[in-house]
């Protein structure tokens, strides 16, 4: 066994501790002195870290991204097949105006279907560049999924305008009396 310092030597003599302790710590303390010191992590290992965390970041971002992606594309998917199943057949020939993206389209339909139109039973839907006659319950199938398909709905409030005014705007236009027979 290697020499102990004085204290060991006087804390053994007394009966403080036993041999096996001293020569444990001992051991201890020579590993310690010359054990390297540990070294902490260089420059590139800490600029890898950090790039992978990066990566995983923008991967997770682009997962992300690409799952919003398709629901929304299975989403309009289940609101083409929603109009494809519901769609009302168009027949008659009176023409049924309504305007879309700053532009007046034209459909052809019957005194039915143009009545129902006016009263919200019916609704516009656009299907790429044709539109199709729904009925109420399955456009707000399709307004579930995708809100940017209906064109034209009389059956639903619009938020544009505003409800304080209409009372006094209905007053002002009542003095004015509109054919019964106009059709736009």
């Known amino acids: 066994m290697a020499k102990a310092n004085p204290l060991q030597e006087q804390l053994l003599k ?4 036993k041999k096996s302790k001293v020569a444990e710590v001992a051991r201890e303390q020579n590993k310690a002195r010359h054990a390297k010191a540990p070294a902490g992590p260089s420059e590139i290992q800490i600029e890898a870290e950090r790039a992978r965390a990066e990566k995983v ?5 682009l997962a992300a991204e690409s799952k919003a992606q398709a629901r929304i594309a299975e989403l309009r998917a289940q ?7 519901r769609k009302v057949p168009r027949s008659g020939e009176s023409e049924y105006r309504f ?3 700053g532009a007046i389209r034209t459909l052809l339909v019957n005194a039915d279907l143009r009545g129902k139109l006016s009263s919200g039973a019916l609704v516009i839907v656009r299907v790429d560049d044709r539109f199709e006659l729904l009925p109420r319950a399955a456009a ?5 999924r995708d809100a940017s398909m209906i ?3 009389h059956g ?4 544009a305008e505003p409800a304080a005014g209409t009372s006094e ?3 002002y236009y009542a003095q004015f009396k509109v054919p019964d027979d106009l059709i736009w």
């Open 79 to 85: 609101a083409r097949q929603i109009i494809q199943d």
């Open 156 to 159: 639903q409030s619009t938020g």
């Open 57 to 61: 970041e923008r991967d997770r971002v």
């Open 14 to 17: 007394a009966g403080l501790v």
């Open 151 to 153: 064109v034209l709905d």
């Open 169 to 171: 705007d209905d007053a």
């Open 99 to 101: 305007s879309v993206d």
């Open 140 to 144: 707000d199938k399709v307004r579930e």
